[in-house]
């Protein structure tokens, strides 16, 4: 569970990390806070001296709990995974545009071949790429102009 000591609110660029002994690949990750998430953190503030979500009062300790399953099940959500989240929010982001390379970064991926998994759901960016050399034709008779 995410405690204060991993969190930083205090730069202009607010972020918390992941522990290398926490995380899938054992490297620490850094994450970058948007403005969404530095609200729900700066909300919990004074909560709790060591850890960041609490429930009651006291630290949370477990989020699987009897509470969260019955959740679930009116939300209608079966065979739900804890890891399901992290595709989810990966998938946003490439819904979004953000590139594989940004993402790879941002989720703390170690190869690029992970995050391709998600690439078929950002097809817009190959189209905007190809533009990019547009300009350098402009004001050219190309050779595939039909004369009259």
Do not use: C
Not at 79 to 105: C, I, N, V, Y
């Amino acid at each position: 569970m995410l405690e204060w000591a991993q969190v930083n609110l205090a730069s202009d660029r607010p972020f918390f990390w992941i522990e290398a002994s926490k995380s899938k690949n054992r490297t620490a990750i850094n994450v970058p806070l948007n403005r969404e998430a530095l609200a729900v953190l700066q909300r919990q503030l004074g909560k709790h001296p060591v850890r960041v979500f609490t429930y009651a009062g006291k630290p949370i300790a477990n989020a699987n709990t009897l509470a969260w399953r019955n959740a679930l099940k009116r939300a209608g959500i079966d065979d739900f995974r804890w890891h399901d989240l992290r595709h989810t929010w990966a998938s946003w982001h490439r819904m979004r545009g953000t590139p594989t390379h940004e993402l790879q970064q941002l989720g703390g991926w170690k190869t690029s071949a992970m995050v391709e998994r998600y690439a078929h759901l950002a097809p817009d960016h190959l189209a905007s790429s190809a533009t990019r050399l547009d300009s350098l034709f402009d004001g050219y008779d190309l050779a595939t102009i039909a004369k009259a």
